[in-house]
């Protein structure tokens, strides 16, 4: 079983059809709908549960075991380059992360999460990811800063050996049409 979370997200869903088009079905969905209309991105995919965002949080704090878990792909974050909700950003980019990645590792479950190229700042120091540059990058925003944190984490602390982000650059596809406007400017 494959657990992913922003399952309903432009990226997050984009994953479940590919996996479902590789015949893979057994994928615990994780997001939380609210009341946009990103739920019209579940309508075609095959899974077998779904779990709000909140309730999972919840099972993660408490151990509890999904059964056999090769994969953890974490693609759920606040992807709005103009957040300026700092409190917000750090909770629910980093420490979420963090969360899942903690648990990901003690239960032997490899971790992918998802960075931003955001992270690089102004592009002065490159957009290189050797081990230490994440200590050195100076983010623009406080969405880039979020994002970084949790790089540090995961290079500070070793989980980077074990687990792995990846920094996407700007996106924009099917299934993105929930963010308004931010979707047709940010990443």
Known sequence: MIII?????????????????EGINDII????LGSDEKWKNLVNLKYIDFIDKKEFLSLIEMG????????????????STTEKDADHLVE???RYTKLLADYSLVKGIRFVYASSAATYGDGSLGFEDT???CLNIKPLNMYGYSKNMMDQWAYLTGALKSIAGVKYF?????????KGGHAECCS
Not at 67 to 78: L, Q, Y
């Open 29 to 32: 969905l994780v997001d939380s």
């Open 92 to 94: 629910n980019n980093y």
């Open 170 to 178: 700007n996106v924009y596809g099917p299934n993105e049409a929930h």
């Open 64 to 79: 509890t075991n999904f059964g056999e878990v090769p994969f953890i792909i974490h693609m759920g974050a606040n992807s």
């Open 131 to 133: 081990d230490d540059n």
């Open 5 to 21: 979370t922003g399952a309903a997200g432009f990226i997050g869903s984009a994953i479940v059809w590919q996996l479902n088009q």
